[in-house]
């Protein structure tokens, strides 16, 4: 049997987030888009301050909390979120992408000693740096070097456009988990995740960039400089094996993808509601009943722009729904960012384009959704490497296969 509708405590978490997106993202969300690296201290403080009573509430909330399928309300609270802006989400202190790195590659010891400084104190982030100067897209090109010098393992490299990079590193005891490679002869074998805390001697800051959207989200240039860590900060095994190394930085997708497409589809539909409105004090309604050839341009472009989002939505969840029951989702993942990344960035160009002046206005905040918009078909993977995963798993080949 498939059931689409949600739990009721899902619907009501998802009101609950709806509710932060509304009254304390919107109206600080052009003030932090126009002061790119201002730190949103109060934002950080209070939402510090609330997932810390989640936490403790959450033995309160007892079995019915518990039960709640993580990775689906993930997503959901992603987009309503991001529905409120999503650089100031990806500014929100806590483990992200790197806490997402330590959960697919780590023991279980490494789980709990990594993560669970993330419980309390002052606010943390947790960041992932896999991108260098020469190594994107190919993520397998890995040119920053582990190498192992006694007790110690010594990383030399440099790791750009890691997002919250600064603010884990140097502005709180969060950590970045930096992918290295202990032996270039082993290829993709040889790519290990490692966990740099803050304030580890050899890693600093080179800059924080300067972006076209998400410009509340900060974005780090890193430098490894002899950094030296303690050899138990590789997650996992520091073996090179055949069919190790690698899957984690897969695994680490698998789970962040869907999340991203969340991200997209939260913008999207913060632009739409925008068309929405708009049409509304306008006095025009969308005739979604009559026939086709009746429609005005304007009526199927926003029935476009519904359908685009929602089938993002659908696979997103599916792809979340998987990870929940521990399927293995690589390919719905894919899709699902492959579909939302795209949805977005046309539902937004589309909403300006409607708009005219007023979309294209810095007095409203459709132009910068727009803006935002694009980042989703390139992080965790851009349009085109998600349609080659994609088409590598439905044809049957190997990544050496096709490239
Ligand atoms: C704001 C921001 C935040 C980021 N945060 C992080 C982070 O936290 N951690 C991290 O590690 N990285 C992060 N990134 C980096 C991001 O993941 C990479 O930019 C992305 O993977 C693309 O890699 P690249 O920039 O090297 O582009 P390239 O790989 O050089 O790609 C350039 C173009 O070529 C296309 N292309 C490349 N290979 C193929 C192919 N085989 N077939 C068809 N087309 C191809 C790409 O799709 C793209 O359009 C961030 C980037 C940005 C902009």
């Keep these: 049997m498939i059931d689409f509708e949600l739990e009721p405590q899902v619907v009501e978490r998802a009101k609950f987030f709806r509710s932060v997106a509304e009254h304390l993202m919107r109206p600080i969300s052009r003030h932090y888009d126009e002061h790119e690296h201002e730190e949103p201290r109060r934002f950080i403080e209070t939402t510090w301050q609330g997932a810390a009573r989640e936490r403790q509430g959450g033995a309160d909330a007892g079995a019915e909390r518990k039960s709640a399928p993580r990775n ?19 500014s929100i202190p806590g483990p992200g992408l790197g806490g997402a790195a330590v959960s697919a590659a780590g023991t279980a010891e490494q789980k709990e000693r990594f993560l669970r400084r993330f419980k309390d104190g002052e606010p943390k982030w947790g960041a992932m740096a896999i991108t260098e100067p020469g190594c994107g897209s190919d993520s397998a090109a890995v040119t920053t070097t582990a190498r192992r010098e006694g007790d110690y393992w010594v990383l030399n490299g440099t790791k750009i456009f890691c997002t919250s990079g600064m603010r884990a590193l140097e502005k709180s005891d969060g950590f970045v988990v930096v992918w290295a490679t202990v032996d270039k002869n082993a290829g993709r074998a040889g790519i290990k995740p490692f966990v740099v805390d803050h304030g580890t001697p050899g890693a600093s800051i080179i800059r924080v960039e300067n972006k076209l959207g ?25 073996q090179v094996e055949p069919s190790g190394g690698f899957k984690d930085v897969m695994a680490t997708f698998d789970a962040t993808r869907p999340i991203v497409a969340a991200m997209a589809i939260g913008v999207g539909r913060a632009a739409l509601d925008f068309v929405r409105d708009f049409l509304s004090q306008q006095q025009v309604e969308i005739r979604y009943a009559i026939a086709p050839t009746r ?8 029935i476009e722009m519904e359908t685009e989002l929602e089938a993002a939505r659908l696979l997103t969840w599916r792809a979340a729904w998987m990870l929940d029951r521990g399927l293995r989702n690589n390919l719905e993942a894919s899709m699902a960012k492959a579909k939302a990344g795209a949805a977005v960035t046309r539902v937004t160009q589309k909403a300006v384009e409607i708009m005219g002046p007023l979309g294209y206005s810095r007095k409203y905040l459709l132009e ?3 803006r935002d918009a694009k980042i989703n078909d390139i992080f965790e993977g851009t349009q085109q490497i998600n349609l080659l995963i994609i088409a590598r798993r439905i044809l049957g080949y190997t990544s050496k296969e096709l490239r």
């Design 368 to 370: 910068k959704w727009m």
């Design 295 to 302: 429609m005005t341009a304007l009526e199927r472009d926003f």
């Design 72 to 90: 689906l309300l993930t997503t959901i609270m992603t987009e309503e979120l991001c529905w409120g802006d999503a650089g100031l989400f990806l």
């Design 214 to 238: 998400i410009r509340a989200s900060d974005t780090a240039a890193i430098l490894l400089d002899n950094c030296r860590l303690p050899l138990d900060h590789v997650l996992g095994s520091p």
